[in-house]
C-alpha cells in the first residue's frame, strides 16, 4: 500500500531564510507526488506536483520540490520564507485505485 | 468558476441526530471524494465516487453514507451523530484517468457532535 510520512510536526524558520518540509514515501511502481497548503479555516490548496520529467519541481508561491527516488524521497522547498507562508502543508502520493493517500502535514511558522 | 462548494460551514449536531453535508462541483469532474481531518491526524478518506451511481468505502466509512445521482453532487449522510464524528469535512474532485491529476477541495465543513 502507499503511504507518505512527514516526519515533522513543526518547522519554525526566520523570515528572509531558506524552509524545507520533507516527505518520504513508499509506493509499489512509478510514484505520483504532491504538495498541498492549507491555510487557517480554508480548504486544500495545491501547489505543485511530479509525474515525471526534471527532479526539480516549480510550483505556486515560489515553492519548488526536489524528488529523489534514492532516498524515496519528495521535500518542499522555498530560497527565502515569507510570513505569510505560515501554514499547514501536506505531502501526498496517488495510488493506484486514483485515491490520494496524504500524510500528517507539517505545520511551517515563520517568524518575523 | 465556483470550484467545489460544500455546505454547512459550521454546524453543531446533538448525539443521535442525523444531517446531510452537501457537495458540489461544476468543474465535470468524474472523481469525487470526502475526507475528514482531525487534529495532527491528516486526512482520512471516508467515501469516493467515480462517476454517478458509483460509489465506494475508503479509510473510515462507517457511520457514514454517500450517493451519486449526478456527476455534480456526492452528499455525505451523517447517521445517528456521534462524538467522534467531530471533525472537519472536505469534499474534493478530481478528473478521471491520469495519475497527474490534481485534487481540488472544497472550503471544509466544521461539525461538532455534543
Known amino acids: 500500500a502507499q503511504s507518505v510520512a512527514q516526519p515533522e510536526d513543526q518547522v519554525n524558520v526566520a523570515e528572509g531564510n531558506p524552509l524545507t518540509v520533507k516527505c518520504t514515501y513508499s509506493?509499489?511502481?512509478?510514484?505520483?507526488l504532491f504538495w498541498y497548503v492549507q491555510y487557517p479555516n480554508r480548504g486544500l490548496q495545491f501547489l505543485l506536483k511530479y509525474i515525471t520529467g526534471d527532479n526539480l519541481v516549480k510550483g505556486s508561491y515560489g515553492f519548488e520540490a526536489e524528488f529523489n527516488k534514492s532516498q524515496t524521497s519528495f521535500h518542499l522547498k522555498k530560497p527565502s520564507a515569507l510570513v505569510s507562508d505560515s501554514a499547514l502543508y501536506f505531502c501526498?502520493?496517488?495510488?493506484?485505485?486514483?485515491?490520494?493517500?496524504f500524510g500528517p502535514g507539517t505545520r511551517l511558522s515563520v517568524l518575523p | 468558476n465556483a470550484g467545489v462548494t460544500q455546505t454547512p460551514k459550521f454546524r453543531i449536531l446533538k448525539i443521535g441526530q442525523s444531517m446531510t453535508l452537501q457537495c458540489t462541483q461544476d468543474?465535470?469532474?468524474?472523481?469525487m471524494y470526502w475526507y475528514r481531518q482531525d487534529p495532527g491526524m491528516g486526512l482520512k478518506l471516508i467515501y469516493y465516487s467515480v462517476g454517478a451511481g458509483i460509489t465506494d468505502k475508503g479509510e473510515v466509512p462507517n457511520g457514514y453514507n454517500v450517493s451519486r445521482s449526478t456527476t455534480e453532487d456526492f452528499p455525505l449522510r451523517l447517521e445517528l451523530a456521534a462524538p467522534s464524528q467531530t471533525s472537519v469535512y472536505f469534499c474534493a474532485s478530481s478528473y478521471l484517468g491520469g495519475f497527474g491529476n490534481t485534487i481540488y477541495f472544497g472550503e471544509g465543513s466544521w461539525l461538532t457532535v455534543v
Open positions: 468543474m465535470n469532474h468524474n472523481y
Open positions: 501526498a502520493v496517488r495510488d493506484y485505485g486514483q485515491n490520494f493517500v
Open positions: 509506493v509499489s511502481g512509478n510514484p505520483y
